[in-house]
């Protein structure tokens, strides 16, 4: 069995490839070797570039069944689909419509769910398996006040592809990056500006947050020969996690907990 980072000749889909997280992804698997489609609504200024390639792009909304079958069945092939396509703003629960709640579950769970569907129909057809990535995060894992419909629905996918990767094996992987916090060109709406980015990125052990290229790096892996037996699992992209907050209000052994 080969072991190898080379996609030449893989078709990726990556769901919001176009900027943030998302154009990481693209620009990781681009310098990979593999062909990347870069899916959005609306199409950017500049496509995602790298390795002296560029991203193609399809305008696609992909909460739409249909619309997401139509486009698959428009490859060519389909080798790894990565489903980054999410996001919510600062919403507590009990304010704003209860459809925009409604919303960001739909964009964050159900369209993955969508995607997925249709992605695996086309590796099946194509007899070559294959490999997807959810973009999960830790909002999923821990509390999320604020985001709590988003975190509701990052749980939700993370128990979707343990599920998957059970349902498609052994021709479909199925894992689930875990994500902290990561500095793309709207950091500043999360964090403020560069104080801001500073001190939170002093409360992750990394003392940084995230580049998006890390993210996709660790998709290209999870997509490459070398994951051949990875499936069903979750990374945790989170540069160390957060400080438990008792280690600061406690009184006491405070040199021994730093």
Request: net charge negative; glycine share 12%.
């Amino acid at each position: 069995m080969a072991l190898a980072l080379d996609l030449s000749g893989k078709t990726v889909v990556v769901t919001g490839g176009v900027r943030g997280v998302g154009a990481g992804i693209s620009r990781a698997f681009l310098e990979a070797g593999a062909d990347v489609v870069a899916v959005a609504r609306r199409e950017p200024e500049r496509l995602p570039a790298a390795g002296g390639r560029t991203a193609r792009f399809f305008s696609l909304d992909v909460r739409d069944p249909d619309a997401a079958e139509a486009f698959m069945a428009g490859l060519d092939r389909i080798d790894v689909l990565v489903n980054n396509a999410g996001g919510a703003p600062h919403l507590p629960v009990a304010e704003g419509p209860l459809r925009t709640h409604i919303k960001i579950i739909e964009l964050n769970l159900t369209a993955p769910l969508i995607m997925a569907r249709a992605a695996r129909a086309r590796m099946a057809a194509g007899g070559h398996g294959g490999s997807i990535i959810m973009v999960g995060s830790v909002s999923g894992v821990r509390p999320s006040p604020g985001t709590a419909a988003y975190g509701a629905a990052k749980a939700g996918l993370q128990s979707l592809a343990t599920s998957l990767a059970v349902e498609w094996a052994p021709d479909v992987r199925v894992n689930t990056v875990t994500l902290g916090m990561v500095r793309t060109e709207l950091a500043h709406l999360h964090y403020g500006d560069e104080d801001g980015i500073a001190a939170v990125g002093a409360t992750v052990p990394a003392g940084r947050l995230a580049d998006p290229y890390e993210i996709g790096a660790a998709c290209v892996y999870l997509a490459s020969d070398l994951a051949s037996y990875i499936t069903g699992s979750a990374l945790l992209l989170h540069g160390g996690g957060e400080r438990p907050a008792f280690l600061d209000a406690a009184t006491v052994n405070k040199e021994e907990s730093r």
